[in-house]
T-cell receptor
Framework: QKEVEQNSGPLSVPEGAIASLNCTYSDRGSQSFFWYRQYSGKSPELIMFIYSNGDKEDGRFTAQLNKASQYVSLLIRDSQPSDSATYLCAVKVSPVGSQGNLIFGKGTKLSVKP | GAVVSQHPSRVICKSGTSVKIECRSLDFQATTMFWYRQFPKQSLMLMATSNEGSKATYEQGVEKDKFLINHASLTLSTLTVTSAHPEDSSFYIC???????????FGPGTRLTVL
């Protein structure tokens, strides 16, 4: 069973701090990794994706990937109350025997306190 | 770019009726679309994968005769909940994957309430 694990939280950080969200995955052959944000009562929206080991930055967001450790993280700099949401990690499973679907973690709830 | 719409956004129906939900990719072609269900305070659950021009692939435990999926074009997939019951009340979300790509873009969701 291919799995994606996230700490459910809630993760509480003060406004202006760095929020660090972590995710581990079981499928060593995975190549594509995604972070989505989901506000309460809304559908997920894509924040960013990462394919290669290392860091990828997009504005206040940085995704970090370590395939050897099967670990992907999302850093949010200068956290704002509007960042309060559930963050979903998603991993594309290996294509053999599948349609290349994304496996989602259960999400980490982030709360940014003013 | 990569906008996905869903219609309706909210529907309330009586038990025993059927409800159709549409999912459209507005500015890209999507060979593959996905249907998810999410109960309150729970994670996304993949129901089925819909491929244009072929039968949908359903996840284990999802009744294909109850949740009918049609993906007749590269921009439209529909989910019909047949003979809906109160336990089918949930947030139904579709996503679309760009042809040849990895990324899934989600629609805004449809909140179904069955009385």
């Amino acid at each position: 069973q291919k799995e994606v694990e996230q700490n459910s939280g809630p993760l509480s950080v003060p406004e202006g701090a760095i929020a660090s969200l972590n995710c581990t995955y079981s499928d060593r052959g995975s190549q594509s990794f995604f972070w989505y944000r989901q506000y309460s009562g809304k559908s997920p929206e894509l924040i960013m994706f990462i394919y290669s080991n290392g860091d990828k930055e997009d504005g206040r967001f940085t995704a970090q990937l370590n395939k050897a450790s099967q670990y992907v993280s999302l850093l949010i700099r200068d956290s704002q109350p509007s960042d309060s949401a559930t963050y979903l990690c998603a991993v594309k499973v290996s294509p053999v025997g599948s349609q290349g679907n994304l496996i989602f973690g259960k999400g980490t709830k982030l709360s940014v306190k003013p | 770019g990569a906008v996905v719409s869903q219609h309706p956004s909210r529907v309330i129906c009586k038990s025993g009726t059927s409800v159709k939900i549409e999912c459209r990719s507005l500015d890209f072609q999507a060979t593959t679309m996905f249907w998810y269900r999410q109960f309150p305070k729970q994670s996304l659950m993949l129901m089925a994968t819909s491929n244009e021009g072929s039968k949908a692939t359903y996840e284990q435990g999802v009744e294909k005769d109850k949740f009918l999926i049609n993906h007749a074009s590269l921009t439209l997939s529909t989910l019909t909940v047949t003979s809906a019951h109160p336990e089918d009340s949930s947030f139904y979300i579709c996503s679309a994957r760009t042809t040849g790509g990895d990324t899934q873009y989600f629609g805004p969701g449809t909140r179904l309430t069955v009385l």
